[in-house]
Protein backbone atom coordinates (compact mmCIF):
# COMPACT_ATOMS: atom_id res chain seq x y z
CA UNK A 1 0.00 0.00 0.00
CA UNK A 2 1.06 3.61 -1.09
CA UNK A 3 0.96 6.44 1.32
CA UNK A 4 1.31 10.00 0.63
CA UNK A 5 2.84 12.13 3.42
CA UNK A 6 2.69 16.05 3.86
CA UNK A 7 5.87 16.81 4.28
CA UNK A 8 8.17 19.91 5.06
CA UNK A 9 11.13 18.77 6.19
CA UNK A 10 10.78 19.18 9.75
CA UNK A 11 10.85 16.68 12.55
CA UNK A 12 7.05 16.10 13.22
CA UNK A 13 6.61 14.90 9.62
CA UNK A 14 10.07 12.87 9.44
CA UNK A 15 9.18 11.25 12.95
CA UNK A 16 5.45 10.61 11.01
CA UNK A 17 7.39 8.67 8.07
CA UNK A 18 9.51 6.66 10.34
CA UNK A 19 6.45 5.39 11.93
CA UNK A 20 4.70 4.35 8.53
CA UNK A 21 7.11 2.77 7.10
CA UNK A 22 6.58 -0.70 8.83
CA UNK A 23 3.30 -1.33 7.19
CA UNK A 24 3.41 1.29 3.76
CA UNK A 25 5.52 2.12 0.88
CA UNK A 26 5.88 5.65 2.22
CA UNK A 27 6.25 8.76 -0.86
CA UNK A 28 6.96 12.30 0.91
CA UNK A 29 5.05 14.61 -1.01
CA UNK A 30 6.51 18.68 -0.40
CA UNK A 31 3.74 21.16 -1.49
CA UNK A 32 4.64 24.06 -3.11
CA UNK A 33 2.92 27.42 -4.80
CA UNK A 34 5.61 28.12 -7.08
CA UNK A 35 6.37 31.38 -5.50
CA UNK A 36 9.78 30.26 -3.37
CA UNK A 37 11.77 26.92 -3.60
CA UNK A 38 9.94 25.46 -0.83
CA UNK A 39 10.65 21.98 -1.49
CA UNK A 40 14.28 22.61 -1.10
CA UNK A 41 14.50 21.74 1.98
CA UNK A 42 12.48 18.94 2.52
CA UNK A 43 14.55 17.28 -1.07
CA UNK A 44 17.22 17.44 1.18
CA UNK A 45 15.55 16.12 4.46
CA UNK A 46 14.24 12.90 2.28
CA UNK A 47 17.61 12.81 1.03
CA UNK A 48 19.06 12.58 4.75
CA UNK A 49 16.65 9.86 5.62
CA UNK A 50 16.01 7.58 2.71
CA UNK A 51 12.56 8.42 1.89
CA UNK A 52 11.60 9.31 -1.83
CA UNK A 53 9.74 12.79 -2.54
CA UNK A 54 7.64 14.17 -4.92
CA UNK A 55 6.62 17.67 -5.42
CA UNK A 56 2.79 19.03 -5.73
CA UNK A 57 1.71 22.08 -7.34
CA UNK A 58 -0.99 24.03 -5.40
CA UNK A 59 -3.21 26.80 -5.97
CA UNK A 60 -1.46 30.07 -6.23
CA UNK A 61 -4.64 31.70 -5.17
CA UNK A 62 -5.31 29.36 -1.75
CA UNK A 63 -2.04 31.58 -0.49
CA UNK A 64 -3.07 34.57 -1.54
CA UNK A 65 -6.24 34.51 0.19
CA UNK A 66 -4.66 32.98 3.17
CA UNK A 67 -2.41 35.41 3.44
CA UNK A 68 -5.48 37.98 3.29
CA UNK A 69 -7.26 36.57 5.57
CA UNK A 70 -3.90 36.00 7.88
CA UNK A 71 -3.31 39.58 7.73
CA UNK A 72 -6.90 40.80 8.67
CA UNK A 73 -6.68 38.37 11.71
CA UNK A 74 -3.44 39.83 12.67
CA UNK A 75 -2.31 36.32 13.17
CA UNK A 76 -1.49 33.18 10.90
CA UNK A 77 -3.51 30.47 12.45
CA UNK A 78 -6.91 30.24 10.07
CA UNK A 79 -4.59 31.22 7.16
CA UNK A 80 -2.38 28.25 7.92
CA UNK A 81 -5.73 25.75 8.65
CA UNK A 82 -6.50 26.62 4.93
CA UNK A 83 -3.21 25.75 3.46
CA UNK A 84 -2.69 22.60 4.72
CA UNK A 85 -6.44 21.36 4.15
CA UNK A 86 -5.71 22.52 0.44
CA UNK A 87 -2.60 20.50 0.34
CA UNK A 88 -4.62 17.54 1.98
CA UNK A 89 -7.35 17.59 -0.39
CA UNK A 90 -4.64 18.04 -3.48
CA UNK A 91 -2.93 14.79 -2.71
CA UNK A 92 -5.95 12.93 -1.59
CA UNK A 93 -7.62 14.05 -5.45
CA UNK A 94 -4.68 13.60 -7.73
CA UNK A 95 -2.66 11.33 -9.37
CA UNK A 96 0.84 10.90 -9.57
CA UNK A 97 4.03 9.00 -10.44
CA UNK A 98 4.92 7.55 -7.31
CA UNK A 99 7.90 4.84 -8.72
CA UNK A 100 10.31 6.53 -11.60
CA UNK A 101 8.44 3.92 -13.86
CA UNK A 102 5.14 4.02 -12.85
CA UNK A 103 1.90 5.48 -14.46
CA UNK A 104 -0.07 7.75 -12.88
CA UNK A 105 -1.96 6.79 -9.69
CA UNK A 106 -3.93 7.53 -6.91
CA UNK A 107 -2.31 7.19 -3.43
CA UNK A 108 -3.89 4.62 -0.59
CA UNK A 109 -3.57 6.71 1.96
CA UNK A 110 -2.49 10.34 2.89
CA UNK A 111 -1.00 11.51 5.79
CA UNK A 112 0.44 14.42 7.93
CA UNK A 113 2.27 15.03 10.68
CA UNK A 114 -0.05 16.49 12.90
CA UNK A 115 -0.04 15.97 16.32
CA UNK A 116 -2.08 15.47 19.76
CA UNK A 117 -1.42 18.93 21.32
CA UNK A 118 -0.89 21.09 17.94
CA UNK A 119 -3.48 24.16 17.81
CA UNK A 120 -2.96 24.31 13.84
CA UNK A 121 -3.13 22.69 11.83
CA UNK A 122 -5.30 20.05 12.68
CA UNK A 123 -7.47 17.47 11.13
CA UNK A 124 -11.13 16.65 12.86
CA UNK A 125 -12.58 13.55 12.50
CA UNK A 126 -15.32 14.37 10.23
CA UNK A 127 -12.97 16.31 7.86
CA UNK A 128 -10.89 12.85 8.05
CA UNK A 129 -14.37 10.88 7.04
CA UNK A 130 -14.94 13.88 4.49
CA UNK A 131 -12.05 13.24 2.94
CA UNK A 132 -11.44 9.23 2.82
CA UNK A 133 -15.72 9.49 1.65
CA UNK A 134 -14.80 11.92 -1.75
CA UNK A 135 -11.35 10.41 -2.10
CA UNK A 136 -11.94 6.56 -1.70
CA UNK A 137 -8.73 6.75 0.53
CA UNK A 138 -7.51 6.32 4.15
CA UNK A 139 -6.79 9.61 6.36
CA UNK A 140 -3.56 8.61 8.62
CA UNK A 141 -1.97 10.78 11.51
CA UNK A 142 0.43 8.59 12.93
CA UNK A 143 1.21 11.87 15.42
CA UNK A 144 -1.89 11.81 16.66
CA UNK A 145 -1.65 10.15 19.85
CA UNK A 146 1.40 11.46 20.81
CA UNK A 147 1.97 14.81 23.12
CA UNK A 148 4.95 17.14 22.92
CA UNK A 149 6.70 15.87 25.15
CA UNK A 150 6.36 12.11 23.47
CA UNK A 151 7.45 13.63 20.15
CA UNK A 152 10.26 15.35 21.80
CA UNK A 153 11.30 12.28 23.10
CA UNK A 154 11.41 10.50 20.04
CA UNK A 155 12.81 12.75 18.09
CA UNK A 156 15.68 12.93 20.05
CA UNK A 157 16.44 9.32 20.01
CA UNK A 158 16.05 9.12 16.05
CA UNK A 159 17.17 12.24 14.17
CA UNK A 160 19.45 14.60 13.94
CA UNK A 161 17.91 18.27 13.57
CA UNK A 162 18.91 21.94 13.18
CA UNK A 163 17.12 24.65 15.11
CA UNK A 164 16.80 28.44 14.51
CA UNK A 165 14.20 31.47 14.19
CA UNK A 166 11.40 30.52 11.83
CA UNK A 167 12.67 33.19 9.66
CA UNK A 168 15.66 31.04 8.90
CA UNK A 169 14.80 27.59 9.02
CA UNK A 170 11.16 27.48 7.69
CA UNK A 171 12.57 28.10 4.07
CA UNK A 172 11.74 24.93 2.74
CA UNK A 173 8.20 25.12 3.94
CA UNK A 174 4.78 26.75 3.12
CA UNK A 175 4.87 28.87 5.78
CA UNK A 176 8.05 30.21 3.90
CA UNK A 177 5.84 31.00 0.75
CA UNK A 178 3.35 32.90 2.83
CA UNK A 179 5.98 35.09 4.48
CA UNK A 180 6.95 36.27 0.59
CA UNK A 181 3.66 36.71 -0.77
CA UNK A 182 2.96 38.61 2.58
CA UNK A 183 5.91 41.05 2.23
CA UNK A 184 4.99 41.55 -1.54
CA UNK A 185 1.44 42.51 -0.83
CA UNK A 186 1.75 44.10 2.32
CA UNK A 187 5.28 44.73 3.32
CA UNK A 188 8.22 43.01 5.81
CA UNK A 189 6.25 44.99 8.68
CA UNK A 190 3.48 43.07 8.16
CA UNK A 191 5.30 39.76 8.04
CA UNK A 192 6.90 40.89 11.52
CA UNK A 193 3.20 41.48 13.02
CA UNK A 194 1.42 38.27 11.97
CA UNK A 195 4.28 35.54 12.37
CA UNK A 196 5.36 35.58 16.46
CA UNK A 197 8.47 34.85 16.60
CA UNK A 198 9.52 30.90 17.09
CA UNK A 199 11.98 28.73 16.65
CA UNK A 200 11.38 25.39 14.03
CA UNK A 201 13.80 22.85 13.15
CA UNK A 202 14.69 20.83 10.29
CA UNK A 203 16.10 17.46 9.91
CA UNK A 204 19.54 16.99 8.37
CA UNK A 205 19.36 13.09 9.45
CA UNK A 206 19.08 9.80 11.18
CA UNK A 207 20.76 9.41 14.49
CA UNK A 208 22.77 6.17 14.15
CA UNK A 209 22.15 3.43 16.83
Do not use: N, W
Not at 90 to 115: K, P, Y
Amino acid sequence: MHVGLCYSGGKDSTLAALLLDSFYDVTLVAATFGVTDAAAHARDAAAAVGFPLITVELDESVARDAVDRMVEDGYPRTGIQRVHDHALETVAAGEFRIDAADELRSFDAIADGTRRDDRVPTVSRAQAQSIEDRHDVDYLAPLSGFGRSAVDDLVDATLEVETGPSEEIAKGDYEAELRALMAEEYGDDAVTEVFPAHDQTRVVGLREH
